[in-house]
Structure formats: C-alpha cells, structure tokens
C-alpha cells in the first residue's frame, strides 16, 4: 500500500530563517511527486511535480528535491505569506496512476 | 489563469438527504476527480472520472455515490443518503493531459450533515 509521511507537523519560523520539510514515500513505482500549498478553508494549489531521483524544481522561495525514498521543500529566507500547510502526494506506476495518495502534510507559520 | 470552480461552496444537509456537488472543471481538460477532506485529515482519493466513465474509484466511493458530466462543462458527485461521516471538504480536480498531468484543484465545497 502507497505511504506518504510527512515532517514535522507543524513549523514555526521566523521571517529570514530557511528550513525544509521533509516528504517520505512508499510506492510500487513512483509515477510523480507533487507538492501542494492549501491555505485554511482552500484547495489545494499546486507547487511541483518530481518525476525521478536527483529532479529539483525551483519557484521563488521555495526548492522541491528528490531521491528514491523521500523528497524535500526546502524554503529560503521565508515570509509571513508562506505560511499555510504543505501537502505531498505521490502517483504510483503500479497500482492505478490516476489517484494521488497524499500525506498529512507539514503546516508552516512564518512569524514577522 | 484557468481555475476549477466548485459550487456551492458550503452546503449543510438533513441525514439521509441527497445532496449534488458541482464543479466546473479547467476547459479542455479531460480527467476529472473527486477527493475529500474531513477536517484535520489528510485528502482522499474517491474517484476519477475520463471518457465519460469512471476509471478507478477507492474504497470510500460506495453505492451511495456517483459522477456525472452532465454536458460538456460541468462534473457532478452526487451522495444519494447522506450520513453524518460525510461530513467533509469535497474537491474537485481536473487534468489535461493522461500520464504525467498536474492534477489542479478547486476551492472545494463544504458539506455538513446534521
């Protein structure tokens, strides 16, 4: 059965002090990784996809890594307006592409 | 910036009642999806939709459940007995393309069931 944990539950930063969340996965075969940002009440709206181990993607503050258990998002001199819970889902090749399995998630306050 | 819509967005029902959730997915986008939250948790898979059909469905989305693309914009999830634990965030999603395509949410609609 696909896993997908998520650390720490919760992260309290100060504006300026970078740090990352870690996404762990266990798929068949990862198809893709998505991050997520969900706002509360909100959807969730998307981040990143990583495909294969060794992938970064970058956007503004915000770095996603991969390798072949876990990936990492890595935030760089954040801002109060990152804060919001970060999800990570995965697709798995083997057991139905389609759905995403999603984490818990990470939520993040980014304090003045 | 094309979006996914979803109406209503909060919904409060009687246990036991119908209710039908809609959403209007990205134009041109192919796959749709449903998934939920209920409160504190994490999203859930309940069902993808393309070609008119359902293409893989989870363990959650029983016979109390269906999808519908009614016409070309809009994919409905219809619950026909509400219970109480369905009481969640229902969202919708949709993809352009198959394979490797970013699945894009919609703001989600609230369901309460009293």
């Known amino acids: 059965e696909d896993q997908v944990t998520q650390s720490p539950e919760a992260l309290r930063l100060q504006e300026g002090e970078s740090s990352s969340l870690n996404c762990s996965y266990t798929v068949s075969g990862l198809r893709g990784l998505f991050w997520y940002r969900q706002d509360p009440g909100k959807g969730p709206e998307f981040l990143f996809t990583?495909?294969?181990a060794g992938e970064e993607k970058e956007k503004e503050r915000l770095k996603a890594t991969l390798t072949k258990k876990e990936s990492f998002l890595h935030i760089t001199a954040p801002k109060p307006e990152d804060s919001a819970t970060y999800l990570c889902?995965?697709?798995?090749?083997?057991?139905?592409?389609?759905?995403?399995?999603f984490g818990t998630g990470t939520r993040l306050l980014v304090s003045p | 910036e094309p979006e996914v819509t979803q109406t209503p967005s909060h919904q409060v029902t009687q246990m036991g009642q119908e209710v039908i959730l809609r959403c209007v997915p990205i134009s041109n986008h192919l796959y749709f999806y449903w998934y939920r939250q209920i409160l504190g948790q994490k999203v859930e898979f309940l069902v993808s939709?393309?070609?008119?059909?359902?293409?893989?469905k989870s363990e959650i989305f029983d016979d109390q459940f269906s999808v519908e693309r009614p016409d070309g914009s809009n994919f409905t999830l219809k619950i026909r007995s509400t219970k109480l634990e369905d009481s969640a965030m229902y969202f919708c999603a949709s993809k352009g393309t198959g394979g490797l395509g970013t699945q894009y949410f919609g703001p989600g609609t609230r369901l309460l069931v009293l």
């Open positions: 889902a995965v697709q798995d090749l083997n057991t139905g592409f389609q759905k995403l399995v």
């Open positions: 990583l495909y294969s």
């Open positions: 939709f393309y070609n008119n059909e359902i293409s893989e």
